[in-house]
């Protein structure tokens, strides 16, 4: 965390035993010792956090992508519907003419069912 040598501490050590004493030292280092832990459970709490936003912000993107991925089939497949649906069929495309003879005329008086000999 902090580049402190052993030195550094040492200096440390002897201005805090100067300045508290002997009597308020170990109360004061167990002091230092909890703030530390505090702040180190506090800072570690913030980078879980920020990981699960960032996760969560990547998830949101990646279902907006599939969203749209669906999205973008649902408009291709109702396309491909609506020209099957609107193209002719083949057997509608090559029409033939039929011969009288081979036909019955029906009138709106006579009934359906059989035809007239």
């Not at 969560?56 to 990646?62: I, V, W, Y």
Request: no cysteine; charged share 25%.
């Amino acid at each position: 965390m902090f580049d402190v040598g052993f030195s550094e501490l040492f200096v440390l050590a002897i201005i805090a035993l100067v300045v508290l004493g002997p009597e308020k030292l170990p109360h004061a280092a167990r002091m230092a010792g909890a703030w530390i832990g505090r702040i180190r459970r506090t800072i570690i709490n913030i980078q879980a956090d920020i990981e699960n936003e960032v996760a969560s912000s990547e998830m949101r993107e990646r279902i907006r992508k599939e969203m749209a991925k669906a999205e973008a089939a649902k408009q291709q497949l109702s396309t491909d519907i609506m020209q099957s649906l609107n193209a002719p069929a083949p057997a509608a495309e090559s029409t033939t003419d039929a011969d009288e003879s081979s036909t019955v005329k029906i009138s709106d008086n006579q009934p359906q069912g059989k035809p007239n000999d």
